[in-house]
């Protein structure tokens, strides 16, 4: 299971750090991500990490959010900062399990419920 905390209202210009919880094999995977999806549109990528740590992200929060993983805990995390009111959206986690690649689209075989994220300007 993926479980997700950390969404809240901010203002432009706050930051937010997500977390995810992962249980089980799943926080074995070798690829896990981010995703978001705003009212009326599509689910879109935000950034996904592998177990070496490779990080990819979206250009539209490069240079703002950093995803991380604590193998320790078993968490995922996404800190975001510089936040803009386009960033408003249900924010999922996502994990790849029991796979050894990140899928090119958003075909992640499990996610998480998701944490709402509002930023006022």
């Known amino acids: 299971q993926l479980v997700e905390s950390g969404g809240g209202s901010v203002q432009a210009g706050g930051s937010l750090r997500l977390s995810c919880v992962v249980s089980?094999?799943?926080?074995?995977?070798?690829?896990m991500g981010w995703f978001r999806q705003a009212p009326g549109k599509e689910r879109e990528g935000v950034a996904t990490i592998t177990s070496g740590g490779i990080s990819t992200y979206a250009d539209s929060v490069k240079g703002r959010f950093t995803i991380s993983k604590d193998n320790a805990k078993n968490t995922l995390y996404l800190q975001m900062n510089s936040l803009k009111p386009e960033d408003t959206a249900m924010y999922y986690c996502?994990?790849?399990?029991?796979?050894?690649?990140?899928?090119?689209?958003?075909?992640?075989?499990?996610w998480g419920k998701g944490t709402q994220v509002t930023v006022s300007s």
């Open positions: 089980g094999d799943i926080g074995r995977s070798y690829c």
């Open positions: 996502a994990a790849h399990w029991p796979y050894d690649f990140c899928p090119r689209d958003s075909r992640f075989s499990y």
